[in-house]
DNA sequence: ACGAGATGTCAGAGATGTTTGACATCATGT
DNA sequence: ACATGATGTCAAACATCTCTGACATCTCGT
């Protein structure tokens, strides 16, 4: 719905590095549901500072290993 | 209107820092309204993603420079 | 063949973030 | 005294993000 973001993300990547970590999995651990899940790995719109901060801290790692933002406009 | 964030933020520091940078001349680097930048500066809520980084680069520091999450919830 | 788990789609409702515009206060300089 | 610029408040519209729930597809194990 929102327009296509800016932002890139290693979600899926990460969740796939960290073993056995479902999607399901993964809200659980954030707090959010399994359609934000999906709709971020996907790209479709960035989630809010305070839910990228949570995926980051379920991956033990910092922000910016997760979350991309491209150069330039 | 927004429940208050858990994000705080060195926003209002790093304007001053960076010299002579009003609210007015950070919003349309970043490409906001004052109205935002006041409320963030307040901690009313935490901004999208997006505009974290886009704050971030404004100031040229990373996110985590300018943007904290506490340790627990 | 069947069930269960993981991923995905769709649509609508609800919550949060952003904009617009009008106006108030304080400090500064002229 | 007046003008200007910087900061702040308020309220309502608007945009974006998140949730709920129902359902489809694929894979795997039994």
Redesign the interface.
């Known amino acids: 719905m929102g327009k296509p973001?800016?932002?890139t993300n290693r979600v899926r990547a990460l969740r796939f590095a960290a073993g056995e970590m479902t999607q399901a999995n993964l809200a659980d651990r954030v707090g959010v549901t399994r359609q934000t899940v999906i709709a971020i790995e996907q790209g479709r719109y960035?989630?809010?500072?305070?839910m990228?901060?949570?995926i980051a801290?379920a991956f033990n790692v910092?922000?910016?290993d997760v979350?991309q933002?491209p150069e330039v406009k």
């Open positions: 973001t800016r932002v960035s989630p809010s500072l305070e990228a901060f949570q801290r910092p922000l910016d979350f933002y």
